[in-house]
């Protein structure tokens, strides 16, 4: 069935990020400014389409590819993105991209779509023998945006709700959503000397990599950027990407100022505002880590108790040793 289908290389199509977002399941892992950062960091990035006999769009896949040791490991991130007419035929998509990738059996495929999965999709990769691969990590919390502004402020945790009330009535905290790309490059800079005052003040480490993300974030439209400050001098910056259907709390840095005045708070509660007037279902909490990062927990169950597992990462492997040995692996971390 997938023999009929043509796969065809889009790595330098100019349309790329407007053929992808005119789809349900259109995400920001999918899209050419995260792949433009991915190639930053050492990955090959591809870019492809599946088409039909027709010449009819199936679906798109940005993928990622590296060398580890005698391997090679594959992934895509958010994607494959099914059209509409690929829903029908997610099996015969997944086999295509398979066919395409011409795995080895030293070699390994994952698939992560961080939420914006269909459920033709995962029915697809159950059937081509992927194994999910789920660690406590793999969980976060969602809050419905369907419910009006009062019911979700009435439903949070009282200490949350006067944190909220103490900052909106700060007459010295402003918040404002940047669109200007000199002020978000302004803004960014801001965030990684904060995000690296955080690591070192915390202690942990991330594979986020502030230098080499900062133009691309600074220019992708679908990335919100919401500067928290206090008597015009910044304290907080929150960044969420966005989606028809979902807003996703990103990376987060801020000051000591910003704890005193509840500014993470007002920052969240602007970008629920901001995710309802854009006709968002979802506010996705960005993962919750209770065993290593209680503080953020505790914050972020104040205002929503709606625990999901999210995603799993989907593990292929030709070789069923190296596939299960990868996901026993991925599975403790």
């Not at 990020?17 to 789809?23: K, L, N, P, Y």
């Not at 391997?71 to 059209?83: N, S």
């Not at 990769?125 to 945006?145: I, K, M, Q, W, Y």
């Amino acid at each position: 069935m997938a023999g009929h289908l043509a796969v065809l290389d889009l790595a330098d199509a100019s349309d790329w990020d407007s053929a992808i977002w005119r789809q349900p399941g259109a995400n920001i892992y999918a899209s050419h400014p995260w792949g433009a950062y991915k190639t930053r960091l050492g990955w090959a990035v591809k870019r492809i389409a599946i088409r039909n006999e027709g010449g009819e769009d199936l679906a798109f896949i940005q993928y990622q590819q590296r060398r580890r040791g005698p391997g090679r490991f594959v992934l895509a991130q958010g994607c494959p993105i099914l059209t509409p007419q690929g829903e029908a035929r997610a099996e015969a998509v997944i086999q295509a991209f398979l066919a395409h990738l011409d795995l080895r059996r030293s070699d390994l495929l994952g698939v992560n779509y961080h939420q914006f999965q269909s459920r033709e999709a995962v029915l697809a990769l159950l059937a081509h023998g992927f194994t999910p691969v789920v660690s406590a990590r793999n969980h976060t919390l969602e809050l419905d945006l369907t419910q009006d502004a009062d019911t979700i402020r009435a439903r949070m945790e009282p200490r949350w709700r006067k944190a909220l009330g103490k900052a909106e009535r700060n007459p010295d905290l402003t918040t404002v959503f940047l669109a200007d790309p000199a002020e978000r490059l302004r803004a960014f800079d801001t965030f990684s000397r904060m995000y690296a005052a955080l690591k070192v003040r915390k202690g942990f480490t991330s594979s986020l990599d502030t230098q080499a993300y900062r133009d691309v974030a600074a220019a992708d439209p679908r990335l919100a950027f919401l500067e928290v400050r206090e008597k015009g001098e910044p304290v907080l910056i929150r960044i969420a990407h966005t989606a028809p259907e979902r807003w996703t709390d990103f990376f987060t840095a801020s000051n000591d100022r910003a704890r005193a005045t509840h500014a993470a708070a007002l920052a969240v509660w602007r970008c629920i505002e901001r995710a309802r007037q854009d006709g968002c279902r979802i506010f996705d909490f960005g993962g919750i880590d209770p065993a290593a990062n209680r503080g953020v927990f505790e914050f972020k169950r104040g205002l929503c108790r709606d625990v999901v597992q999210s995603t799993p990462l989907w593990l292929y492997g030709r070789s069923r040793l190296v596939r299960d040995a990868a996901a026993a692996f991925l599975a403790r971390r």
